[in-house]
């Protein structure tokens, strides 16, 4: 099945600085990429997301990149602020319908330091 | 659109009783409902995917007889979890994707479970 990786699990950045997330997925047939940002306590929202079918997709600070022959993809969020902190889960589907599975990368606690 | 509620938010049980977790759809048919724990610091793991009318599909190490859902109608799946323990106490969330989208799941707000 799929595995997602997601490295590092913590990243600290001052306000103001760009933040990058990296993962990198295994099965060569994913072609669906979720972000997702978590609050503690909160549901996943998604944020943002990219299909194989293109290499880059950006929506104002958040920006989603995607290499499919290395197997990786990168959340990129420029202009960070305070409220920007909290966890951010990749994700890798193969699509299908509703019945598209996710497989969740481990998460990031990304710290915005004012 | 594309809300998808959980009632309850949070439950405190005692150790060897069944407590039910109901998510909804609100305003789209929810074709495929699916059900995720998730541990404190830890990332959201898929326990099953169920399909209105259709037994759900569990994951593996996940037990069926442990954990019930039923998926019922197109705006309502549940997740029994019987004969709860205190490793049974998570942050159980629902998602659902249906006729609003092609395959985004819409999660709900998670119920958090303690086992006393």
């Known amino acids: 099945g799929e595995n997602v990786e997601q490295h590092p699990s913590t990243l600290s950045v001052q306000e103001g600085d760009s933040a990058v997330i990296k993962c990198t997925y295994s099965?060569?047939?994913?072609?669906?990429f979720p972000w997702y940002k978590q609050e503690l306590g909160k549901r996943p929202q998604l944020i943002i997301d990219i299909r194989s079918n293109v290499g880059e997709k950006k929506d104002q600070r958040i920006a989603v990149t995607l290499n499919k022959t290395a197997k990786h993809f990168s959340l990129h969020i420029t202009e960070t602020q305070p409220e920007d902190s909290a966890v951010y889960f990749c994700?890798?589907?193969?699509?299908?319908?509703?019945?598209?599975?996710?497989?969740f990368g481990k998460g990031i606690t990304l710290s915005v330091r004012p | 659109g594309a809300v998808v509620s959980q009632h309850p938010s949070w439950v405190i049980c005692k150790s060897g009783t069944s407590v039910k977790i109901e998510c909804r759809s609100l305003?789209?048919?929810?074709?495929?409902m699916f059900w995720y724990r998730q541990f404190p610091k830890q990332s959201l793991m898929l326990m099953a995917t169920s399909n209105e009318g259709s037994k759900a599909t569990y994951e593996q190490g996940v037990e069926k007889d442990k954990f019930l859902i039923n998926h019922a109608s197109l705006t309502l799946s549940t997740l029994t979890v019987t004969s709860a323990h205190p490793e049974d106490s998570s942050f159980y969330i629902c998602?659902?994707?249906?006729?609003?989208?092609?395959?985004?799941?819409?999660f709900g707000p998670g119920t958090r479970l303690t086992v006393l």
């Open positions: 994700a890798a589907s193969i699509e299908s319908g509703a019945n598209s599975k996710l497989t």
């Open positions: 998602s659902a994707s249906g006729t609003v989208s092609y395959n985004e799941q819409f």
């Open positions: 099965d060569s047939a994913s072609n669906y």
């Open positions: 305003d789209f048919q929810a074709t495929t």
